[in-house]
């Protein structure tokens, strides 16, 4: 197993934790944000999908789904808190794009050279302290959000399932 093998694995188990904490969700329990200020399970997914989407395009990713600067936005950080998130979207609709970021960044990389791995990352300030934890970094930030599902999955009364 290669290193580019062990991260997109990391793609892979991360998109899978968010199904697992998504997909027996209601329409309505898909927009529950479990207190003010909090975001949905739709934000969060949507969140997921522009962010992977963002790092499968540096990473030379072709065939993308194309995103309006519209939607982008309101999946983006905002570092103030959420407001009301009643229309965000279809949780299907959702996951399909997610599903496809992730299979476009686990196919780039797989194209990445090894000795990319060991150079400097894009943003020096960030935890990462090579290119390869860079894009590692992704792959955490989507468990990260997981447990963010997880506490919205709490707030309806649903099991642990981690």
């Known amino acids: 197993m290669t290193p580019t093998d062990l991260i997109a694995g990391a793609y892979r188990m991360g998109r899978q934790m968010v199904h697992m904490m998504c997909d027996d969700l209601t329409p309505d329990e898909f927009r529950h944000q479990p207190v003010p200020g909090a975001n949905s399970a739709a934000w969060v997914v949507g ?16 065939d993308l789904p ?21 229309d965000l979207g279809d949780k299907a609709d959702l996951l399909a794009l997610l599903d496809g970021c992730v299979e476009k ?3 780039a990389v797989g194209k990445l050279p090894a000795e990319t791995l060991t150079g400097p990352p894009p943003n020096p300030r960030r935890f990462a302290e090579n290119f390869g934890e860079a894009v590692l970094f992704g792959a955490l ?21 981690v």
């Open 105 to 107: 960044l686990m196919e």
């Open 141 to 161: 930030h989507v468990t990260l959000h997981c447990g963010q599902l997880s506490t919205i999955r709490r707030s309806l009364g649903k099991p642990p399932l």
């Open 66 to 86: 194309a995103l309006a600067e519209e939607f982008v936005g309101r999946y983006s950080a905002a570092k103030k808190p959420a407001g009301v998130q009643s």
């Open 47 to 62: 969140h997921l999908a522009v962010t992977v989407r963002r790092t499968a395009e540096r990473l030379g990713a072709t």
